[in-house]
């Protein structure tokens, strides 16, 4: 059964551990950071964005795909199912098909016109117990159709954004999504203790957590940062894993071919990924 992410995000707030957002791709993606999240006995939230919902035929099949998944290998962790990124039709169709948490992406709009939704779809998430992440800056790069300036969130906005009944926000602090470029300057640390005084306790999410070093993570979450969001590193991976195996020869030995057998080592270096992550953000055995 899936949960709202929000208990969790408080408890991880409270607790100065961050949960993992780990962005799902398909089916065998579920399967791996499932099979990660469960080893490591930590909460954890599956996250689609707009475009890998589409590939993946929808909401309801991405809810399908997650509940089926999760019955057929027994997890008893807490899992939340989460939309990315999107448009606030989006969510409200998300929200419907059975999401358990949204994140509603107004961060390109006015600020007024942002907070005016955020604070519609707090009363709708509440009346159905879906937890609501909002926005402000926008995180350089361009992943899966999102691309953004790099603008970095002002304070003010967060602290009265914090107040509209959402239950974590994501704010611009230099972080990227995507790899990080060798001349990256690093999360910017005095900003993010700026918006952790101006939010009162609320839970704040990392995007573009793939490549953040160990030591920026820790020093994120001690200043607030209680959700980490993570899609690129676990494509590198599994992309990396399928390269050695088709570079040495495996397709052709052994009925390597078959899509079982193909797929194991890009899924183990997800699962790899996702356990090493979930160890690092301290949310290992928070159950
Ligand atoms: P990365 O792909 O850079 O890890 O970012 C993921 C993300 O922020 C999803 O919202």
Redesign the pocket.
Known sequence: MLVSSREMLVKAAQGKYAIG?F?INNLEWIRAILNAAQAEDAPVIL?V?ESACAYMGGLGTVKAMACGMAASLGVTIPVALHL??AGYEMCLMAIGAGFTSV?FDGSKMPFAENLRLCRTLAQVCKENSVALEAELGS?A?E?DG?SGSGERADPAQCGELAQAGITALAASIG?????YPADWRGLDMSLLAQIKSAVDGLPLV??????VPEAMVKTAIENGIAKI?????C?IAFAHALREYFEAGKDKAAKGYNLQRLLRPGLAAIEEVVRKKIRFFGSAKKC
């Open positions: 957002q962005n996250g964005t990315d990124h994140m995180p790069g992943e999102i972080n990227i999504h995507g790899e990392l995007h573009g957590g793939s490549g969001n993570v899609n690129t590193e494509q």
